[in-house]
């Protein structure tokens, strides 16, 4: 229905230059996803300033049923934020609502804009003496609102939970253009369905976020983080359970990743070292953390933890950190391990998660079935042991063409990695979300009756279907459905 010019026009008289170009030039970086997978074409860039803007915009572009495309930081893993290439859609990118609202140092709560960056937000709360106890590789570009949208998880999701956790309120603009006010935090309210939980996660395809008010807890005064190297995956899930039964007031993140993964950093950092002497099967990343008050009982709880797992005979060799720096050096060749593997060769990377008990058995178990039907290929897994979710890398054999990989064997590896995930019970996107890169295996193996549920709200919210159409509901049905 779109009658382009006169849209474009009522678009750039609402946002002004400001808020609203069709510059390719500016356009371009914006076309294309993080992994550089999907590049597609828009209309225009609109940026509008505040939550009056996005609403008076997304009513324009229904009455003109154009196709909006939420954007934060652009630096989302499965293509959620990419227009496609028909280029009929509008960008809508949140990155200027980055004002902060409300900040109840006591309560400890803080109300910010969708456009407020991770990091951004770290250093602000620090500023009172407080956390925002989430964070991820991307913190210096990833925004609350693209976080709330994919439900983003992180290191320290262990103790603290998903961004779902952490969202106390939240302000989003409906398809129709209405604004949904629920940033008011209240710890009970049972006025019906709990329509922020509905939001969180949703990827944009049912309204768009513009503000949320998040729950702060006190800055960690100090923390112990351990390098422990391990015979085997079994034995690091023992460790795990050693750690929650020992020290579950002090225990914030436990990350696991095998030998190959650590020689891939070691070769792809300058001036890096093993924190252990010896090589070993395994390796398992501890962080500990205490408040203030806390800290002669976090030193002494630390020690004790690991001489109990030294004589349980859990643990080959261990180093505790000493300093700050040695704690974000041993954090460094964790964070490091995505792309040390991609300067490797090209690989399909999978966002899984398995119960939490299985996981192990897990791996042990498919990493060789893969091998074995993909002959050349080395599977790796490294990640969140803790909370059940590790990102399960296939990498292609050597010298493999990238682009001649992805058309072929890589596809097919994937789909079998998927397969083997559904049948041990688990999911196929932990915390990078759906977007448009598993759309289609989310319909192939999706339960039909939570896909009848997703694309009966889809239409129920959206019936002109312009909220990041393509996007995590299957479009062939979501289409026959609206």
């Known amino acids: 229905m779109t009658h382009e010019p006169s849209f474009l026009a009522a678009v750039a008289d609402l ?17 294309t996803d993080w992994r550089g997978r999907f590049t597609g074409k828009a209309l225009g860039l609109a940026s509008p300033a505040s939550t009056q803007e996005v609403s008076a915009l997304v009513t324009l572009c229904a009455e003109h049923e154009v196709p909006i495309v939420p954007q934060g930081g652009n630096s989302g893993m499965s293509g959620g934020a990419t227009p496609d290439t028909t280029g009929k859609s509008l960008i809508l990118s949140l990155r200027r609502m980055n004002e902060f609202g409300a900040f109840d140092v006591k309560a400890r709560q803080i109300t910010c804009g969708a456009g407020v960056i991770l990091q951004t937000l770290h250093e602000r709360v620090a500023e009172e003496g407080l956390r925002f106890p989430l964070t991820l590789g991307g913190k210096g570009s990833a925004t609350i609102g693209g976080l709330i949208s994919t439900n983003a998880g992180g290191t320290q999701v262990l103790r603290h939970g998903t961004m779902r ?38 990827e944009g395809t049912l309204g768009i976020v513009t503000a949320a008010t998040l729950q702060l807890l006190p800055q960690i005064s100090n923390r112990r983080v351990i390098w422990a190297g391990l015979a085997s995956l079994q034995k690091a899930r023992e460790l795990l359970l050693h750690c929650e ?5 002090f225990l914030e993140g ?16 300058p001036d890096a070292r093993s924190p252990v002497a010896e090589k070993y099967p395994w390796h398992a990343l501890i962080e500990l953390t205490a408040i203030q008050g806390e800290n002669e009982p976090l030193a002494q709880k630390t020690e004790i933890l690991m001489v109990s797992a030294f004589e349980a005979n859990l643990i080959e060799d261990a180093v505790i950190s000493s300093n700050e720096t040695q704690a974000e050096a041993f954090w460094l060749l964790r964070d490091s391990i995505a792309p040390a593997e991609r300067a490797i060769g090209p690989a399909m990377q999978h966002d899984i998660s398995i119960p939490v008990a299985l996981m192990a058995d897990f791996i042990e178990k498919v990493s060789p ?43 097919e590896v994937s789909r079998f990695v998927h397969d083997k995930v559904s049948q041990w019970g688990g999911s196929i996107s932990a ?36 909220m990041n ?14």
Do not use: Y
């Open 15 to 31: 946002l002004g230059p400001r808020g609203f170009t069709t510059d390719l030039e500016l356009l371009d970086p914006w076309l």
């Open 165 to 202: 956790a952490q969202v106390l309120g939240l302000e989003a603009v409906m398809a129709d253009g209405s604004v949904l006010d629920t940033l008011t935090p209240l710890k009970k309210d049972n006025r019906g369905f709990d329509l922020k939980q509905l939001l969180i996660g949703s």
């Open 245 to 249: 039964a020992q020290a579950p007031d």
């Open 254 to 269: 436990f990350e696991v990743l095998p030998s190959h993964s650590l020689e891939a950093v070691l070769a792809h950092l």
């Open 369 to 411: 079935e893969i091998e074995h039907r993909f002959p050349g290929t080395t599977t790796v897994a490294f990640g969140h042991l803790g909370d059940g979710n590790v990102h399960f890398h296939v990498l292609a054999p050597k010298g493999a063409d990238p682009q001649r990989w992805e058309a072929g064997d890589a596809k």
């Open 431 to 466: 915390e990078h979300g759906i977007g448009q890169i598993k759309r289609d295996e989310l319909e192939r193996l999706g339960d039909p009756a939570r896909l009848a549920l997703m694309r009966n709200i889809k239409a129920a919210l959206d019936p002109k279907g312009i």
């Open 469 to 482: 159409p393509g996007k995590l509901v299957p479009l062939a049905k979501q289409a026959a459905t609206t």
